[in-house]
T-cell receptor
């Protein structure tokens, strides 16, 4: 069965520091995709970054990068130079092979301290 | 602007009074889905639709109905709401397998 695990329920980070949010996954599908979403306190779900299982390079989108280690089945989100506006819940999610459905992690609540 | 539009944003209702939460997307996406989000339980899929007139149950379909008569619209219907359906609801759509889900802004439903 497919599973996503986010082991950090919450994190406090000083503003301007880099942040790594952990995500490990379990799947037997040879092809899959990994997504990260941000949910601020206002409630909306914002797509951040995507990594395909066959992508050769780690995905990057502005200050967000994905540290994808396929052998370890991990897809950690790295936020560089954190800002107060990065305070939010962060969810890791996975799509299996030929399937639109997303498997979600429990989320990590990130709080950036000034 | 490409978006998923859900209405209403907030809804307070009483037990047993039928309600519909509307969802519309302007991206010509084939896949649409409804989720509910509850504290400690994360996001759980209610129903999804792969295309017009094609719908299927997700993880928690009991007490909900959906329809997909047009590609752009995917309403969520609660025929007889109960307090345990108090939750934050999201509609989402996607254009292809490896593209992200686009979410609506959410509907916060309270059933008293």
């Amino acid at each position: 069965a497919q599973k996503i695990t986010q082991t950090q329920p919450g994190m406090f980070v000083q503003e301007k520091e880099a942040v790594t949010l952990d995500c490990t996954y379990d799947t037997s599908d040879p092809s899959y995709g990994l997504f990260w979403y941000k949910q601020p306190s206002s409630g909306e779900m914002i797509f951040l970054i995507y990594q395909g299982s066959y992508d050769q390079q780690n995905a990057t989108e502005g200050r967000y990068s994905l540290n994808f280690q396929k052998a370890r089945k991990s897809a950690n989100l790295v936020i560089s130079a954190s800002q107060l506006g990065d305070s939010a819940m962060y969810f890791c999610a996975m799509k299996g092979d030929s399937n639109y459905q997303l498997i979600w992690g429990a989320g990590t609540k990130l709080i950036i301290k000034p | 602007e490409a978006q998923v539009t859900q209405n209403p944003r907030y809804l307070i209702t009483v037990t047993g009074k039928k309600l519909t939460v509307t969802c519309s997307q302007n991206m010509n996406h084939e896949y649409m889905s409804w989720y509910r989000q509850d504290p400690g339980l994360g996001l759980r899929q209610i129903y999804y639709s792969m295309n017009v007139e094609v719908t299927d149950k997700g993880d928690v379909p009991e007490g909900y109905k959906v329809s997909r008569k047009e590609k752009r619209n995917f309403p969520l219907i609660l025929e007889s709401p109960s307090p345990n359906q108090t939750s934050l609801y999201f509609c989402a759509s996607s254009g292809s397998y490896n593209s992200p889900l686009h979410f609506g802004n959410g509907t916060r439903l309270t059933v008293t």
